[in-house]
């Protein structure tokens, strides 16, 4: 099992930064990707961040440029950096680790979920 806490939301203005953390414990070594979801109400939940064991990285058009993942493999932690945030990204954000193990079946897959913290963007 694995266990994600998430840090680091809060209100900032237009143009401010946050960064949020999600620290993961328990078997982190069946991790093999994490990333950052958000919701906005009344919206659909969308994949904003993602970054593989291998390090590669992909974001959502809407954060391109602004929004950096990245990773402290000695912590267990992920991190997100929000630049030059905007009232649109406002929502609650999610960790998310995709996790597998080895049956004799073959592999079993698991998705872990951190709580979500608040971002609001507002003047």
């Known amino acids: 099992q694995v266990q994600l806490v998430e840090s680091g939301g809060g209100l900032v203005q237009p143009g401010g930064s946050l960064r949020l953390s999600c620290a993961a414990s328990?078997?982190?070594?069946?991790?093999?990707?994490m990333g950052w979801y958000r919701q906005a109400p009344g919206k659909q939940r969308e994949l904003v961040a993602a970054?593989?064991?291998?390090?590669?990285?992909n974001y959502v058009d809407s954060v391109k440029g602004r929004f950096t993942i990245s990773r402290d493999s000695a912590k267990n932690t992920v991190y997100l950096q929000m630049n030059s945030l905007k009232p649109e990204d406002t929502a609650v954000y999610y960790c998310?680790?995709?996790?597998?193990?080895?049956?004799?079946?073959?592999?079993?897959?698991?998705?872990?979920w951190g709580q979500g913290t608040q971002v609001t963007v507002s003047s």
């Open positions: 998310n680790a995709k996790g597998a193990t080895m049956k004799l079946r073959g592999v079993d897959e698991y998705d872990y």
């Open positions: 328990g078997s982190t070594f069946s991790i093999y990707a």
């Open positions: 970054i593989t064991s291998g390090g590669s990285t």
